[in-house]
């Protein structure tokens, strides 16, 4: 196959992914996971297939990980005039912790995104937490984390919770490739440009594509 047809394959890929809404996109990212997994496990050059991740020379040592996340939605109507709708979110959980001999995880969270639609501004958030989690022998991993300071647009002042499901691999000896499924809840105390305002919650689930590295 020549690089020009490569090159309009992935084009194609991305813009299909665009058009996805968040549970096409969670099966495409697992697809993709478990093909990646296969083509490195051919050619590692330890000669061996991917692992799962704490099976891999003991899996202790700091991690820095991100998690990424994007979806797009679109709608039209006839009449259209009013009626269309087009909004876009991405997400970026980057990560930082340490691993012990035992498997138990105690690290940082920083989350930068941004939510945006055709007839208001974007949206931009940010958020900063830490917590605790465990990588289990058969690659799963537990994480979860107190936030304690997130903004959302005009939302400030926020605190709550966020707890990651994951699986992992290790391609190579420092890198690995995995899927998260993310839990956060958040309750925003301060927002000025509303009157009278007392709190806000706001609940989201996501579905990531894990990249990380191991640092011995």
Same mark, same amino acid.
């Given at each position: ?63 820095? +990980? ?19 709708? +087009? ?10 912790? *340490? ?15 941004? +939510? ?28 979860? *984390?107190?936030?304690? +300071? ?67």
């Amino acid at each position: 196959m020549s690089q020009h047809v490569k090159r309009m394959n992935y084009v194609w890929f991305i813009m299909e992914c665009r058009q996805m809404n968040q549970f096409k996109f969670a099966v495409v990212t697992i697809i993709v996971v478990l093909f990646s997994a296969a083509a490195f496990g051919q050619t590692d050059s330890g000669g061996r297939g991917a692992r799962p991740i704490s099976r891999t020379y003991g899996f202790v040592g700091t991690l820095a +990980d991100v998690g990424l996340y994007y979806s797009q939605t679109a709608a039209t109507a006839t009449p259209s005039a009013g009626n269309t709708f +087009d909004n876009s979110t991405s997400v970026y959980d980057v990560k930082l912790g *340490y691993i012990s001999e035992s498997h138990f995880y105690v690290g940082g969270l920083y989350t930068v995104g941004s +939510d945006s639609q055709v007839s208001a501004s974007r949206v931009s958030r940010y958020t900063g937490g830490a917590g605790l989690g465990y990588f289990a022998y058969n690659g799963f991993n537990l994480r979860a *984390y107190y936030i304690f +300071d997130s903004t959302y647009g005009d939302y400030k002042s926020g605190t709550g919770y966020q707890a990651d499901l994951g699986y992992a691999i290790n391609p190579t000896s420092t890198f690995y490739l995995g899927v998260a499924l993310s839990l956060r809840e958040v309750k925003y105390t301060t927002n000025q440009s509303i009157a009278a305002f007392e709190s806000w919650t706001r609940t989201e689930t996501y579905p990531f594509v894990t990249l990380g590295f191991l640092f011995y």
